[in-house]
């Protein structure tokens, strides 16, 4: 019987490379957390910052949306995570907010907000992503919400130029790069990603300017955002005889969201362009931690059912 997975939120944040030379394909940066090798969970994989939802998130939202829970939660654990308060400019800017924020860790978001005289951020779901039936250990249920900065703000912008503290009982660092820069060194065997991670990432970097990304935040409807969180995403994961772990996304031609489904060996090395019906990850395990290094998608035409979901205007996979 599979483990019920826990509700849970994460944050996809990205900056503009402001005062730096754009020397690569993207104008602006991505930030990513290594766990340490004992997290519990995701061991030494980069991940966006994120975690379980807890009673206070619920408690600072009493009979709100049912999404604002999540967005609470993903504001809250990036707080605790990075030391990083991404709401809006305080009202009075005395700037007691940024002097004061590794004091306010730990506390509902809803409380830090009142007191930093702030409110959260505004954020957009991009994706919702369901651990495979196949893990024993830990299954998330997990929305991910965008958060886009612009070259203006300062509240925000100033806060990833002074150095922060992280959370070294979850977190080993922070990592700023640029989507293109994050896959390539997961190809290379340097960052290891699990599929949420790297989905995100290859979506994201086909939105060559932070504006871009800002406008689609902007132009998301709420039917857009009914349909990321009524789609999840749950892959099904299979394992090659050569090693390789294949990760079945929904619409390849043997998806199934039943663990207990066998797929033939023959089946997982199918990943030529002439094949048909194809919507998978090929991944290679990493030794003696979380994630996969050299990620790569597989898509060939005439998959069966829709696309998973990303927000409207959002490249497909």
């Not at 958060?147 to 203006?152: E, G, V, W």
């Not at 132009?219 to 990321?228: D, G, K, P, T």
């Amino acid at each position: 019987m599979a483990v019920p997975p826990q509700l849970s939120a994460s944050l996809i944040v990205t900056a503009p490379m402001v005062g730096r030379s754009v020397t690569g394909t993207h104008n602006y940066r991505v930030l990513m957390v290594q766990r340490v090798s004992k997290s519990g969970s995701f061991d030494g994989a980069h991940v966006f910052p994120g975690g379980v939802l807890e009673k206070k998130d619920y408690d600072a939202a009493p009979g709100s949306h049912p999404e604002l829970p999540h967005k609470l939660c993903a504001v809250r654990e990036t707080l605790e995570e990075t030391g990083l308060l991404f709401t809006k400019p305080p009202a009075i800017r005395s700037w007691w907010a940024r002097d004061a924020i590794a004091g306010l860790r730990g506390k509902a978001i809803q409380e830090v907000c009142v007191e930093a005289s702030t409110r959260p951020a505004d954020l957009q779901l991009f994706a919702r992503w369901i651990t495979p039936r196949a893990q024993k250990r830990w299954r998330f249920d997990t929305r991910f919400y965008m958060l886009s900065i612009a070259d203006d703000d300062r509240f925000l912008l100033d806060q990833l130029e002074r150095k922060t503290l992280v959370q070294t009982r979850e977190l080993v660092g922070m990592n700023w790069s640029s989507p293109a820069d994050l896959l390539l060194a997961n190809m290379r065997g340097e960052l290891p990603l699990f599929p949420p991670q790297f989905a995100i990432l290859h979506e994201m970097s086909k939105f060559r300017r932070w504006q871009d990304l800002l406008a689609l935040g902007v132009s998301q409807c709420e039917e857009e955002s009914a349909a990321v969180e009524s789609n999840p995403i749950e892959p099904l994961l299979c394992f090659r005889s050569d090693g390789v772990v294949v990760a079945l996304l929904p619409g390849d031609r043997a998806y199934s969201p039943d663990s207990a489904k066998t797929v033939e060996d023959a089946e997982l090395f199918c990943q030529g362009s002439a094949e048909r019906g194809l919507r998978r990850l090929y991944m290679n395990r990493r030794a003696g931690g979380g994630g996969y290094d050299a990620i790569s998608l597989v898509q060939t035409p005439d998959t069966m059912g829709p696309a998973p979901a990303f927000p409207a205007g959002a490249p497909r996979l």
